[in-house]
């Protein structure tokens, strides 16, 4: 009732001074944009990074190596990747990418045999246009990501170079699995001639497993069986082989955790500068209005209702900017061929949202106390 | 024109000694964001530009411009430019030019287990001291072929995330289950290789079981680099692509262009939101003059210098914010180890970056006064002087 009754009152006092509050919110609104951005990275690295209980996907790479240039395995260690107790199925990957820095235009090459889409291992993906037959026609055809494709403006037929090779767009490939956004998957052959002409070797296995439980034991039993090879094996969950590999980018965003944090603490000296200011202005007002009988709380909760709309509006276009932004910017961090990308969800919105409320709160406490707690004779006095 | 007397902006700064200090803080706090953004990108780019020797040509596989990891070559490939190539700079019959192999590998402290360390590993000949100038060695020696030695850079050990004691002479390290011994130490100051760990390029080749190079790198004498690219066009059975150095080194400071303008946008957003928040208290400070503002026009000094005096008063605010802000970022900012996929580099702030910082400040001072003093400035002598 308080907030309803009064709600016109708050507006009012909101846009009596239209510069000042403009300001607020613009500040609020852009500090908000850069908290929602930040979150949206963070998101990005736990959706890549956390193992859930129900992961089945295990990455074996050649041991003490972490650049798809460095790791070389047998092509044929697949059969007997395959003959360990647990394994579901087997993938070969051949691995290029145009660049193996961090950057946020890096393509990734995965050149998979042409059954691998048939076998099961892409059943969490569908193709939302082109078809699986021409990519298999075609020796140079990719299927590739829908980032990807929404980041180069791609569509099934196009042509595109990159790093030397040059593919042919067969279709776009719709995946909720991070790591299959940013890549074009070709044939495997066909990444093996062109990079060292190594027919026979690739980068990695990527290997399912029946049962999510038995992770770390499938894993243990393939590092085993090549121990004494001469490519030994270490073998990751898909989650972790990502996050040991993208630290450089879990740096970054690490990093960036403390511009959010600060981000926050902005938004509080912003509202809480604006908050003083107007009750500085407004004393004359507040003792006119004890003068009539308005309540010392229902003054304090005028002014913290000043505070949240300023701190609500603000993020309101913040968040809303940042919706925007990482819906349609598209962007990815990329190193050694894995993608992080930068992505918010309903989460991320509700915490900023949650953020403004707490600092609107908070940034008009102490100006609202102060100015409840204030003597009417004192108030007429300071004018 | 009479100007207000420049005393009487400095005074005005006291009066509310609580806004002044947060005022300060604020501008502080503002240029150190700037001066971090521009130390980043100044520090990335001048261990890329020092890095790369205007007389080098680089020899990497076609297609593998934009990466020289990526880059495999025939292993003869020095030999032959060596012999087929004239022109190349000699010393005492030495020709300058080096096969090398770029390869990131992971080190332990231990054969079994141990401390898991990321390391950049360049496989070197002789040829890589008289091709990179800017390499001195500054303890031990250079590590002789066959006998697992290593040299390791100024800046291995932060690329590594180890103390630098764990990198003294004497010190080892396994690397695909062989034991390496430091037996130098070396310093590329400023660039790139400083965070680099260098073997002899056929033990590398002998652990990594590889027999290709990953480029050949060579100093020009009389010949020209139309004569490299020339070689790699008659010579297209070796799969070559030439650059120079300057060239690929610019191309992978182009890649970190989108890195560079996300740093620059969250330092400018950052800095928007403190200009706003300092707009909104010189309006108020401002606001809360109008009459002295109608009594100073009364006496005759014409909006020109009130306004003069006003953006001293903002100036002389926001570059004590600059220079608290400058001071704390050449004390704690300058000289950082920064980590990145390329490898280490110091953050700069040189003269370049004091010069951003203050010139951010300036233009703080200005914007933040100049709306508020022409709002105040707007109203009537009379209006001004009824104002309470």
Not at chain 1, 80 to 97: C, D, E
Not at chain 2, 19 to 34: D, G, H, N
Not at chain 2, 187 to 197: C, I, L, W
Request: hydrophobic fraction near 50%; charge should be positive; aromatic fraction near 8%.
């Amino acid at each position: 009732m308080f907030a309803v009754k009064f709600l016109p009152l708050i507006f009012k006092y909101v846009t009596r001074k239209k510069i000042r509050s403009a300001l607020t919110v613009g500040g609020v609104a852009t500090a908000m944009f850069l908290f929602y951005a930040v979150h949206a990275m963070q998101q990005g690295v736990r959706e890549a990074t956390e193992q859930s209980a129900a992961d089945t996907k295990l990455v074996v790479y050649r041991q003490d190596r972490y650049c798809p240039f460095s790791s070389q395995l047998p092509q044929d260690y697949a059969t007997r990747i395959a003959a360990v107790p647990g394994v579901k199925a087997v993938v070969p990957v051949k691995v290029l990418v145009n660049n193996c820095r961090t950057g946020l235009d890096v393509v990734t090459f995965r050149g998979v045999p042409l059954q691998s889409f048939e076998e099961g291992f892409f059943t969490h993906a569908r193709l939302s246009s082109g078809s699986l037959e021409s990519w298999k026609n075609r020796s140079d055809a990719a299927l590739i990501g829908q980032k990807l494709a929404n980041r180069r403006g791609l569509k099934v037929g196009d042509r595109m170079e990159i790093g030397g090779l040059t593919i042919t767009v067969a279709g776009i490939l719709d995946s909720p699995e991070p790591q299959d956004q940013n890549v074009a998957y070709t044939h495997l052959e066909f990444v093996q001639r062109a990079t060292d002409n190594k027919v026979g070797i690739v980068t990695q296995f990527n290997v399912a497993v029946h049962d999510p439980g038995q992770l770390d034991k499938v894993a243990k039993a393939i590092d085993d069986e090549f121990r004494h090879s001469q490519e030994p094996t270490a073998t990751w969950s898909e989650k972790n082989f990502v996050a040991r590999s993208v630290t450089d980018i879990i740096e970054i965003v690490n990093f960036a955790s403390w511009l959010g944090w600060g981000c926050v603490i902005g938004v509080f000296a912003l509202v809480f500068n604006a908050i003083v200011l107007s009750v500085r202005d407004r004393i004359r007002d507040h003792a006119v209005m004890q003068t009539l009988g308005y309540g010392k709380g229902l003054i304090a909760g005028l002014i913290i209702g000043e505070s949240l709309i300023l701190s609500l509006s603000g993020g309101l276009i913040g968040i809303g900017a940042g919706i925007i932004f990482t819906s349609w910017g598209g962007l990815s961090l990329s190193v050694e061929g894995l993608s992080i990308h930068v992505q918010a969800g309903l989460d991320s919105v509700l915490l900023g949202f949650a953020m403004c409320i707490f600092t609107g709160v908070v940034a008009g406490l102490a100006p609202a106390w102060q100015a409840s707690r204030r003597e009417i004779a004192a108030c007429f006095r300071a004018v | 024109m009479r100007f207000l007397p420049f005393d009487y902006s400095v005074r005005n700064l006291g009066r509310s000694k609580t806004r002044l200090v947060l005022t300060i803080l604020a501008s502080a706090l503002v240029v150190i964001l700037i001066m971090s953004a521009a130390a980043f990108v100044r520090g990335m780019d001048t261990s890329l530009v020092v890095a790369a020797d205007a007389s080098n040509a680089i020899l990497v596989a076609s297609g593998s411009e934009e990466s020289i990891e990526r880059s495999q070559i025939p292993g003869n490939t020095a030999s032959m430019v060596a012999a087929d190539l004239s022109g190349i700079k000699t010393r005492f019959g030495m020709p300058f030019v080096s096969p090398e192999i770029h390869v990131a590998l992971i080190v332990r402290s231990e054969k079994e287990g141990g401390q898991e360390m990321r390391a950049l590993v360049r496989g070197v000949s002789p040829g890589a001291f008289l091709v990179h100038p800017r390499v001195n060695i500054v303890e031990g020696r250079s590590p002789q072929p066959g006998k697992d030695e290593i040299m390791v850079g100024g800046l291995a050990s932060q690329m590594m995330g180890v103390p630098d004691s764990r990198l003294r002479i004497g010190q080892s390290l396994w690397l695909d289950n062989r034991n390496w011994t430091v037996v130098g130490r070396f310093r590329a100051r400023g660039t790139v290789m400083d965070a680099e760990v260098w073997i002899p390029i056929t033990d590398l080749q002998v652990a990594t079981k590889r027999d290709t190079l990953s480029c050949v790198v060579l100093t020009l004498g009389e010949a020209e680099f139309d004569d490299v690219d020339a070689f790699t066009k008659q010579r297209l059975d070796l799969g070559l692509t030439a650059l120079r150095e300057t060239d690929y080194f610019g191309s992978v400071m182009r890649f970190y262009k989108p890195v560079h303008a996300m740093i620059w946008t969250s330092a400018l957003l950052v800095s928007l939101a403190g200009l706003l928040g300092g707009l909104n208290t010189m309006y108020a400070a401002f606001a809360a003059r109008v009459r002295e503002i109608g009594m100073l026009q009364a006496l005759g000094y014409s909006r020109m210098a009130i306004t003069f005096s006003l953006m001293q008063e903002s100036l002389l605010t926001a570059l004590a914010g600059t220079l608290v802000g400058a001071a704390i970022s050449r004390l704690l900012i300058d000289g950082r180890a920064v980590k990145f996929s390329m490898g280490v580099f110091q953050l700069v702030i040189d003269e370049q970056v004091l010069l951003m910082g203050l010139s951010a400040g300036l233009v703080m001072g200005l914007i933040g006064a100049a709306p508020p003093a022409w709002r105040c400035l707007r109203l009537s002598i009379h209006e001004a002087l009824r104002a309470a």
